[in-house]
């Protein structure tokens, strides 16, 4: 792991959460449901008048810790850095979603909260909330990391399609070839 690479990326991240949370009170009105993760994280801490900043700085720490996870994963992930960074987010979105039920059932602040279970509106915004924060992590990170040359290894692939095993896993070094 280089860690250079991961604060781009947590740099990147927190970034990308950001503009996030910079935008959602536009897409709360533009998409009909008061669905906003950075109450639903700030009154989690707190339920006085502090929650706004208390969730908008998890907001931004949990898009660094993301961003920073997704900068070692990136070399690995197909595509162009838009594309990384939405299919990131999506996986994140899809994979986080459906524990709306417990936040519904358990959250402190939960009779504050719009309910999110079966809620098409706020799952549209999160969608578009994570493709928003997947394209701006993305564009980031690859800026930020550009001379990171971190990238998965490449094996030499037979024309029969089973690859050279040896060399894939160090058995035969560049001393050793025949």
Do not use: C
């Amino acid at each position: 792991m280089d860690l250079r690479r991961s604060l781009n990326g947590a740099l990147a991240g927190g970034l990308a959460a950001g503009a996030w949370a910079a935008q959602q009170p536009l897409d709360k009105r533009v998409g009909g449901s008061a669905y906003d993760d950075v109450e639903l994280l700030g009154k989690v801490v707190t339920r006085g008048p502090g929650w706004p900043l208390v969730g908008a700085a998890l907001h931004v720490a949990n898009g660094a810790l993301f961003g920073a996870v997704y900068a070692q994963l990136r070399p690995f992930l197909p595509g162009p850095p838009v594309a990384r960074g939405v299919l990131a987010g999506m996986v994140e979105h899809f994979g986080l979603w459906p524990l709306v039920t417990l936040v519904d059932r358990l959250h402190p602040a939960r009779d504050e909260l719009p309910v999110l279970s079966g809620n098409r509106q706020a799952h549209t915004q999160a969608v578009w909330r994570h493709a928003l924060f997947g394209v701006a992590l993305g564009l980031l990170e690859a800026h930020l990391n550009a001379d990171r040359h971190v990238e998965p290894p490449e094996y030499e692939v037979s024309s029969n399609g089973f690859g050279d095993i040896e060399g894939a896993v160090g058995a035969v070094g560049a001393a050793g070839a025949s």
